[in-house]
């Protein structure tokens, strides 16, 4: 099933993820993993987090690999933590389905030791760089509320958040006031 993205300024964007414990792993939770990875190639995105689909758990899906064609297989990662980070790095051209119409270049972590869990419970770890030490980063900060775009100048995000105001205002004339 396709879930609905939020999107910005949702508060529910800014709500910090609780970690899993082993016994929360049911089948009720591989069913929100399916879904958010179908979600994600459906968008498409490379990943995705629990919260911009307003649930307030640790659990991300990625797939960095899939082209569109190839077999899918997504990475659904529960409670990933960063253990190590290592240099800069400038993400360019950093985008969110979250945060529509906006890309920007973001300073990031240029290596990154990942540790999380499995559907299973098993423990695993990553050592990224690049695209996937970004997307990781990008991930884990929406789990604990944080959006790409509270990682750059204040100035190009008060330019975004008047748009983004400005694109709502205008979407909700289109559509009529709320009847009650
Ligand atoms: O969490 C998200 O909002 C997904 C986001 C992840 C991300 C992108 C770039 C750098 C770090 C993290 C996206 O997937 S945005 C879409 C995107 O980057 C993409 C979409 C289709 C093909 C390739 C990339
Ligand atoms: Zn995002």
């Known amino acids: ?15 910090e993820a609780e970690p899993f414990t082993k016994e929360e792993v049911s089948d009720e939770i591989r069913e929100l993993a399916r879904d958010m990875a179908e979600t994600m190639y459906d968008e498409p995105g490379i990943g995705l987090a629990a ?3 307003g649930i ?23 409670n990933p933590e960063i253990m190590t980070r290592e240099g800069r790095a400038l993400s360019e051209e950093e985008g969110c389905l979250s945060v529509p119409d906006f890309k920007s ?9 990942v540790r999380a869990r499995t559907l299973d419970w098993e423990e695993v770890e990553f050592d990224a760089t690049e695209l996937e030490a970004f997307c990781f980063q990008h991930e884990i900060d929406h789990l604990n509320g944080v959006l ?10 008060d330019l975004y ?9 205008r979407e909700q004339e289109e559509t009529g006031p709320a009847v009650s």
């Open 51 to 53: 919260t911009q689909v």
């Open 56 to 78: 307030a758990k640790r659990l991300i899906v990625m797939d960095l690999d899939w082209d569109g064609e190839s077999e899918r297989s997504p990475r659904i990662l529960l």
């Open 105 to 113: 270049d973001v300073e990031r972590d240029a290596r990154v030791v």
């Open 148 to 157: 790409f775009i509270d990682r750059i100048s204040r100035l190009k995000r």
């Open 161 to 169: 958040v008047r748009r983004r105001k400005k694109q709502l205002r």
């Open 1 to 15: 099933m396709l879930l609905t993205v939020l999107h910005f300024p949702d508060p529910k964007l800014r709500v």
